[in-house]
Nanobody, 128 residues
């Protein structure tokens, strides 16, 4: 069974940091592009970041550039999302998802419909 499991969410004060983990089972995560998405209450799910397979090229939404960093540890079959300088507007359920490698001329990293394996999500709440 192909699974992704997120962890690391929680409650943090504005300006704080969290590191989310996305662990894969049943498949080798290194062969896939892995994206992080989030959904805030009353809003549509949006792409946050993605790391491609092979070249490890990274992609970020403008709202998180310079604050979030995506990385992968293939030995642990895990992708991480380091989130610094968190803001209340970062509050959401965060999901990781897997898709086939993104081509060099493609800009589909943020399209959730192109991802085929999804985790169950982890809650991140930024509040004082």
């Amino acid at each position: 069974q192909l699974q992704l499991v997120e962890s690391g969410g929680g409650l943090v004060q504005p300006g704080g940091s969290l590191r989310l983990s996305c662990a894969a089972s049943g498949f080798t995560l290194g062969y896939y592009a892995i994206g992080w998405f989030r959904q805030a209450p009353g809003k549509e799910r949006e792409g946050v970041s993605c790391i491609n397979s092979g070249n490890d090229r990274t992609y970020y939404a403008d709202s998180v550039k310079g604050r979030f960093t995506i990385s992968r540890d293939n030995a642990k079959n895990t992708v991480y999302l380091q989130m610094n300088s968190l803001k209340p507007e970062d509050t959401a359920v965060y999901y990781c998802a897997a898709k086939n490698r993104i081509g060099p001329y493609s800009s589909t990293w943020y399209l959730e419909g192109t991802y085929t394996i999804w985790g169950q999500g982890t809650q991140v709440t930024v509040s004082s």
